[in-house]
């Protein structure tokens, strides 16, 4: 640890964060175009300790990129403070480099016609990375991420799995404390995603390496994140542990009862039937309600062959989350 | 640290332009014949000047062999310029493609990594062409300790101007991502310009390209002085020895530019 930043003092410490960009837009009946300013971020604080894996979140437009990119130093903020690891990204921008790993997944950092070998070569030369260690890290992501057979493939010949794991190895081998993901299992399918997931994982555990992720894909979230933060407008809208979404969202769980006869619709206090189907009926309760009552309510009257509770998918949380916000 | 900060940027420099020659050899038939064309293709531009001198006795005053010097001088410095940092121009391409993102989280200055960026010999062939052109001029010279001097610091500092033009015009695509032809209008355009005598210019153009793009310098004046001519548009001799100083001046104009370019950057979407 270095001596100008403290154990407790946070990785990643964002206070009243803003940025807006200036946009012309046409008006109707005026030849100029008129000047306006919009908002991507504003009032955005929040911080991640080392060692956290947290999921970023949000609608697209929602102000994800920018954020990530003042984190970077790649975009100067326009109000409030960031620091990253002690520093100021936008004025030490260089220097955090080193210190920061960053994934795009759209978008490959690795030089197209070379092979993935002469890439990361560059990239030891580019992080000045000792040669022991960038071997061993090498070896070690080359193995966990499965690219032996890859080294010597000119980039472009990669699929779109293959090039993101050659990406993530990319952005780790000079061992940054911080790794920041966009949408990194974009396009990929189930089985690779799996493996991307679990790689972070360890990467996580056995490293301590602090994991800031946005992506459309919940499952990344439910996986890997113990944390997410939601943005919506340029602001965050929740900050918490993923269960405390479902309470924060106003959502409902399901409970499904299967009678033993078929029956009409069932009437108990602090639930509504949403489906019939033959004996079997769905009934919805406030997701922060507890299901003991309804439970013991249906069980009273009706006579119950089995019963299931059906947590709400968290897509349907957030989709909830976001339109009230609207 | 053992290195200090300039050493450290030109080694960073060579290693990405490094990789970018060994990219080029993986198409060999392409690299050749693009460098071979290109050669060409700036050899045409001086045959051009052969065949005006073959209906004229002189230009403007200036014999073939003293026009000669001033092309051969000013394509060496350009051609040394657009070599080394010639990918400068395309950053508006770096802005829209996410490119200049990726660069600016690598630990290693962004200009840098975009002057290396797609580094490529290509324009080897204009660079042995103005070689050669300027070498042959050079025999008509009356050499001195001086004008040796004064020649080499003419090189230098030529390539300095041209590299101030270089950065500090592509910048405005930090403003406007596809201006790329504006600045092609004052790099080529500025080279165009110099490869006759400025004395064919009415003086506004001379003015104009010693005080606002500083061209000038980088092979009109010194060129006076090593063919031993006063000046006949009546400017300080002063000038003539002037050249560091009008390169020094443009690149530190550019680098101000260029900060000021970055700070502004505003990315693109998502």
């Known amino acids: 640890m270095s001596l100008t930043r403290s154990q407790h003092e946070p990785l990643i410490d964002v206070r009243a964060l803003e940025r807006t960009f200036d946009v012309r837009r046409r008006v109707e009946g005026r030849r100029r175009r008129v000047r306006d300013s919009v908002l991507a971020v504003h009032d955005l604080t929040f911080t991640v300790a080392a060692g956290e894996m947290v999921g970023y979140i949000g609608p697209n437009g929602a102000g994800k990129s920018t954020t990530i990119k003042m984190l970077t130093g790649i975009l100067v903020p326009t109000g409030g403070q960031v620091r990253v690891a002690g520093l100021d990204p936008s004025r030490d921008r260089v220097e955090l480099a080193r210190r920061i790993g960053v994934v795009f997944g759209q978008r490959s950092t690795l030089w197209w016609d070379l092979p993935l070998r002469d890439s990361f070569d560059l990239l030891q030369k580019m992080y000045r990375i000792p040669p022991a260690r960038y071997r061993d890290n090498l070896d070690r992501f080359v193995d966990l991420l499965d690219l032996g057979g890859q080294l010597d493939t000119p980039v472009r010949q990669l699929s779109l799995g293959q090039r993101m794991r050659g990406d993530i190895t990319a952005a780790l081998l000079h061992d940054p404390e911080v790794l920041y993901l966009d949408e990194p299992t974009i396009g990929l399918d189930v089985v690779s995603k799996g493996r991307l997931r679990e790689f972070l994982r360890a990467l996580n555990d056995e490293r301590g390496t602090t994991l800031l992720l946005t992506t459309h894909d919940l499952q990344d979230i439910e996986a890997l994140c113990d944390r997410v933060i939601v943005i919506d407008h340029g602001t965050s809208v929740y900050d918490g542990p993923l269960a405390g979404l479902h309470a924060q969202g106003g959502s409902s769980r399901m409970l499904v009862v299967d009678l033993v006869d078929e029956a009409p619709p069932i009437e108990v206090p602090g639930a509504t039937v949403r489906r019939v189907e033959g004996p079997r009926q769905w009934l919805s309760f406030p997701a922060d309600a507890s299901a003991a009552p309804v439970v013991a309510a249906v069980a009273a009257s009706y006579d119950v062959a089995d019963l299931s509770i059906q947590e709400p998918a968290i897509e349907d949380v957030i989709r909830e989350l976001y339109s009230r916000d609207a | ?270």
């Open chain 2, 1 to 270: 640290m053992a290195e200090s900060g300039p050493a450290l940027h030109l080694r960073s420099y060579l290693q990405i332009a490094w990789l970018w020659i060994r990219a080029a050899w993986q198409y060999p038939t392409s690299f050749v014949l693009l460098a071979v064309g290109n050669g060409l293709i700036t050899a045409l531009d001086f045959v051009g000047l052969w065949i005006m001198f073959a209906h004229l006795d002189d230009l403007a005053g200036f014999t073939l062999p003293e026009v000669a010097l001033l092309y051969g001088s000013a394509s060496l410095a350009l051609a040394v310029a657009d070599t080394a940092i010639g990918s400068v121009e395309r950053i508006g391409a770096y802005i829209r493609t996410g490119r200049l993102d990726q660069m600016m989280t690598k630990p290693v200055p962004l200009l840098v990594q975009v002057c290396a960026d797609q580094f490529t010999l290509r324009r080897l062939g204009r660079l042995t062409q103005a070689a050669i052109v300027f070498g042959w001029a050079c025999t008509y010279v009356d050499w001195t300790p001086s004008r040796v001097v004064v020649a080499l610091w003419m090189l230098v500092s030529g390539g300095l101007v041209f590299f101030g033009l270089f950065v500090g015009f592509s910048c405005v695509q930090f403003w406007t991502t596809d201006a790329t032809e504006f600045a092609n209008a004052f790099t080529y355009g500025g080279a165009t310009v110099t490869q006759y005598p400025l004395t064919i210019f009415p003086r506004e153009v001379l003015v104009g390209l010693t005080f606002v793009i500083p061209v000038a310098f980088v092979n009109w004046y010194p060129c006076l002085y090593l063919l031993g001519r006063s000046d006949p548009t009546g400017m300080p001799e002063a000038f003539q020895f002037a050249s560091p100083v009008a390169g020094v001046l443009t690149m530190a104009a550019a680098l101000l530019v260029w900060r000021s370019g970055v700070r502004h950057y505003t990315s693109t979407g998502s």
